[in-house]
């Protein structure tokens, strides 16, 4: 029986407002919810776009992992990089097709995170890359 969903990863950040907006107005994504301590400051949202969940978690201090925060998969990289571009999102990398099987970009959140979006250049029953 086939037991994986779906995942959302969890990127620490240091502001779950702006780093929602970020996501919203930046990236296409909308936001899914948005949760509050008894004091009123937001301590956790979920982002959404289309089929891709991120839960955006408040902390004091961000470590951003190496090499990439998360990968996320679209269906047209180039069509997303215009899009995020026209945004006013700066690439870290511009997209490039990979020696694992996927065209993909880099962009970076408030927090530093590196976020890598990408697309599959021979879609399989393997998988994305595979």
């Not at 090499?67 to 996320?72: D, E, H, I, L, V």
Request: hydrophobic share 40%.
């Amino acid at each position: 029986m086939k037991q994986g969903h779906r995942s959302m990863p969890v990127l620490a950040v240091t502001d779950v407002d702006k780093t929602a907006e970020f996501f919203v107005s930046g990236l296409g994504f909308t936001l899914a919810g948005k949760w509050t301590e008894d004091d009123g400051v937001p301590t956790f949202a979920i982002v959404r776009m289309d089929d891709i969940t991120v839960g955006l978690q408040v902390v004091k201090k961000v470590t951003p992992p190496g090499p990439w925060a998360t990968y996320f998969y679209v269906e047209d990289v180039d069509a997303y990089a215009d899009q995020i571009q026209s945004n006013g999102v700066k690439l870290e990398r511009e997209a490039m097709d990979r020696f694992y099987g996927c065209r993909d970009l880099e962009v970076k959140d408030l927090d530093g995170n590196l976020l890598c979006f990408g697309q599959d250049l021979s879609p399989g029953e393997a998988g994305p890359g595979l």
